[in-house]
């Protein structure tokens, strides 16, 4: 079943007409980081990963969108908002693609929470916490999602 789940997504991904995020290295470029601001981060960071879950699902994220505790996002400290990073858990070594559309985590000793999702994907529940590294792969507009009022 979950062969032909992957096929399936596979299948559908392909049909998509341009990637979702692009490199914003446009000066000037709606949406686009500004240099000074990448210059901040170093590329790869490692240290504790936590997740979080029914607690916040339902609830707005920093970004503004509401927080799926099945999705593939995490929360970082101070990364722009929607930066796209690669975690890698240092104990199994599993990897996975997650966006940043949180805040957190708000723990000493820990530099991200991954959600319920991203935390079974990377092998974790259990545990709790798990040693991760944390590679950037582009940098977000730090956008805030503005919702219509009703």
Do not use: W
């Not at 504790?48 to 509401?66: C, I, M, Q």
């Not at 593939?72 to 101070?78: E, Y």
């Not at 796209?84 to 966006?99: Q, Y």
């Not at 805040?103 to 259990?126: E, H, N, Q």
Request: net charge positive; with cysteine.
């Amino acid at each position: 079943m979950t062969k032909y789940i992957l096929i399936l997504f596979i299948l559908l991904m392909s049909c998509t007409n341009s990637p979702r995020y692009h490199t914003g290295s446009e000066p000037g470029k709606k949406g686009s980081v500004p240099l000074s601001t990448k210059g901040k981060y170093s590329k790869v960071m490692y240290g504790v990963s936590s997740f979080y879950a029914e607690d916040f699902h339902g609830k707005l994220t920093a970004n503004g969108e509401v927080y799926d505790m099945y999705g593939l996002t995490a929360a970082h400290k101070t990364l722009p908002l929607n930066t796209i990073i690669r975690v890698t858990n240092m104990e199994n070594d599993k990897s996975i693609i997650l966006r940043i559309n949180d805040r957190g985590p708000y723990v000493a000793g820990r530099i991200l929470d991954c959600s319920y999702g991203a935390a079974l994907k990377l092998g974790f529940l259990a545990q709790g916490t798990t040693k991760v590294k944390i590679e950037i792969i582009e940098f977000g507009d730090n956008q805030y999602m503005k919702h219509k009022e009703e």
